[in-house]
């Protein structure tokens, strides 16, 4: 039996986010990385990096216990970009935040998979100043619901 991991559907959901350049143009998907490892020499690559990690394992609430549990549990979605030709890093970490609260926010009530809500939580910013150029990153805290049968991971 296999049962999906609520990390994947955060990163299927985090594939729509649509952000862009300092003159309005869109940033092409391809250099949008979402994935699970931040490594800074990816940056050359992409213009935008996302990951996704479990933070707090959070509350776990039996509602039947022949059948059902409540899971709760906090994710943390951290965002990352440099200065680049014609990009403004943080410019472009607020666009990713604002972004990534779009997103979440308008699957809430059904983001798919197995999870059932969703919901922002907290932002956090910070820049790395040296050596440079300066890293932008930002950590959005994401509230996860999911029900899973009782036996279920």
């Not at 296999?2 to 649509?18: H, M, N």
């Not at 970009?81 to 979440?104: F, H, N, P, T, Y």
């Not at 050596?131 to 899973?148: D, G, M, Q, S, W």
């Amino acid at each position: 039996m296999s049962f999906e991991d609520p990390e994947e559907t955060l990163k299927a959901i985090l594939a729509d986010v649509a952000l862009k350049m300092d003159d309005d143009a869109a940033i092409p998907p391809e250099k949008v990385l979402v994935g699970g490892e931040f490594e800074e020499k990816l940056l050359s690559n992409y213009f935008a990096i996302f990951t996704v990690n479990l933070g707090d394992s959070g509350d776990e609430h039996i509602i039947n216990p022949a059948m059902q549990r409540h899971v709760v549990e906090v994710y943390t979605v951290k965002c990352f970009a440099k200065d680049a030709e014609g990009l403004s890093a943080g410019r472009l970490r607020w666009d990713m935040i604002c972004q990534v609260k779009q997103v979440i926010g308008a699957r809430s009530k059904s983001p798919g998979g197995i999870l059932k809500m969703i919901g922002v939580i907290g932002v956090k910013k910070s820049v790395r100043i040296e050596p440079t150029p300066r890293l932008y990153a930002a950590e959005i805290r994401v509230k996860t619901h999911r029900f899973p049968k009782v036996g279920e991971p």
